[in-house]
């Protein structure tokens, strides 16, 4: 398992009231298990999924679930732009 830092942006970061968490995980698809958990399985109205989110990995865009971590990683989540 690798250390690495979640940082929320948008809706996520509104809905968690959290800005960046450190968290382990294998794999980029562990990401989401694992801050659910480490956030007390706080419901989030926007649905925190790997689908739902824009991703970024180590500044660079990321949409491979299977991406393994190192640590010191750090991972960007977006919500998605929307408008009407």
Not at 37 to 44: A, C, T
Request: with cysteine; net charge neutral.
């Amino acid at each position: 398992m690798a250390k690495v830092k979640v940082k929320l942006f948008g809706v996520f970061r509104v809905d968690t009231h959290t800005s960046e968490v450190g968290l382990e995980a294998e794999k980029l698809k562990d990401v989401f298990p694992a801050l659910h958990d480490k956030l007390g399985g706080v419901q989030l109205e926007s649905g925190l999924q790997f689908k739902d989110a824009v991703i970024y990995l180590n500044g660079e865009s990321c949409r491979k679930k299977s991406q393994k971590l190192a640590d010191g990683d750090e991972i960007w989540l977006l919500s998605p732009a929307s408008g009407g």
